[in-house]
């Protein structure tokens, strides 16, 4: 579990914030994990790539249920925001097909100033939440997004692709890894906990792929994407000014900082 550092404590009461606790969102579902290409099981078939719908959507209503309710708990608290979210996923050993999200974070408050309707989620740390407002943008949320396809036994093997002996592209799992891809940014992007965001930053993704039998003949390949990030809402000009030559020419003399 995460918890607030001193040095982050300090920079949050320094710039007017009051450290309201630690909040938890948490959320737990059966979803239909892919076993498999079956053409079936909320599975969207094309000529050589399906997407596993059903599997998608349990996780995104898993990660969507866990952040309403950190931001329940946080709107509870009273707190105005929660800042340095972090994430943590698995499929439970009590069950193949139950998976939880557990979502942690350091929920602020600023003295006197009345409840907000939502509390703003962001997955930057305290100090990086607090450069954000000083830039003129606050955090509006947290959202994801995923992606599962299998790419059918005959377009992942190089023999029936004619290329079985020779370097060359495998152009379905290329175009599979794509697909995921271009899907899981859409959907983060589009995600109902962002709502009104102008941008997304922070974003985390995670590619996977592996071998899985394919209802066709031979083996096929699953591939898996997520995207999470946090949203942004530009409130006003930056409090501190900006010379992104100055920084760039930093970071190049200083690589290591």
Partial sequence: MSRPTIRGN?????????????????????????????????????????????????????????????????????????AGVTAAEEWLTTSASTFQVRLIGNSLAVAGVRPLKRPFLSTLSMEQTLKLLLRGWVPSGIGVGVAAAHVHGFAASGFWQGNATTNAEMPMPTEGMQYVRRHIETRLRRSPTLRHAEGVIAAATHLSYESEACALGGTGMRLIGQMTGTGVVRFGAPSVPIDVAVTLAKGDDDPGE
């Fill in 10 to 82: 300090l920079a949050v009461q320094d710039a007017g914030f009051l450290p309201a606790g630690i909040v938890v969102g948490a959320a737990t579902y059966q979803i239909l994990r892919p076993s498999g290409c079956q053409l079936g099981w909320g599975a969207t078939k094309s000529s050589k790539l399906l997407e596993y719908r059903t599997y998608g959507q349990g996780v995104t209503a898993a990660w969507n249920d866990s952040i309403t309710a950190l931001e329940t708990e946080a709107r509870d608290r009273h707190a105005h925001g929660v």
